[in-house]
C-alpha cells in the first residue's frame, strides 16, 4: 500500500451544505439559523456543557468524596494472562505492551491475583498483590518490583 493508492470510503466525504443562496434552495434567508436567538448571532459557539443559561448538569450533580490529584494510576494485569509466556521468561512492562496485554504503559502495572499460573516466569512490575505474588512464587517464579 502506498500514499497514492489510499482513498477515502465511498460516503466519507460529504459536500459543504450551500446556505444563503435563496428562498427555493431550502436554506435561504436565515440560512438555517431560525430567527433572532443567541444561536442566530454570528460569533456564538456552543460552550461544552453549555444549556441556553440554565445550571449546567456538572454543577446541578451533587460532589462528594476526595479525587487525589497525585494518586498513581496501574494498569492492572492478571496472573492468568500470564501463561502466554514460555517457561522461564522474564515478564516486563515492555514485553506485556509487546504480547498485546498492556496497549498503553501508564504510570505503572499492577500484576492481579485472577487466574492460575504453572509457568515459572521473572515478572518484574510497579506493584503486585499479595495473591498475586504468592501465585507467581508458588508457580516457582520471582516477583521484582520496579
Known amino acids: 500500500m502506498d500514499l497514492h493508492s489510499l482513498s477515502?470510503?465511498?460516503g466519507a466525504v460529504r459536500r459543504s451544505k450551500t446556505v444563503g443562496?435563496?428562498?427555493s434552495s431550502g436554506h435561504g434567508k436565515t440560512s438555517g439559523r431560525g430567527h433572532k436567538g443567541q444561536m442566530a448571532?454570528?460569533?456564538h459557539k456552543h460552550k461544552l456543557g453549555f444549556e441556553g443559561?440554565?445550571?449546567p448538569l456538572l454543577r446541578r450533580l451533587p460532589k462528594r468524596g476526595f479525587k487525589n490529584p497525585a494518586r498513581t494510576a496501574y494498569l492492572g494485569v492478571n496472573?492468568?494472562?500470564l501463561e502466554r509466556f514460555a517457561d522461564g521468561a522474564e515478564v516486563t512492562p515492555e514485553t506485556l505492551a509487546g504480547a498485546g496485554l498492556a496497549a498503553r504503559i501508564p504510570a505503572g502495572i499492577k500484576i492481579l491475583g485472577?487466574?492460575?499460573l504453572s509457568r515459572k516466569l521473572t515478572v518484574k512490575a510497579h506493584a503486585f498483590s499479595a495473591s498475586a505474588r504468592a501465585r507467581i512464587e508458588a508457580a516457582g517464579g520471582t516477583c521484582q518490583t520496579l
Open 41 to 43: 448571532r454570528k460569533g
Open 53 to 55: 443559561g440554565q445550571m
Open 114 to 116: 485472577g487466574g492460575t
Open 79 to 81: 496472573v492468568g494472562r
Open 8 to 10: 477515502n470510503q465511498p
Open 21 to 23: 443562496r435563496g428562498r
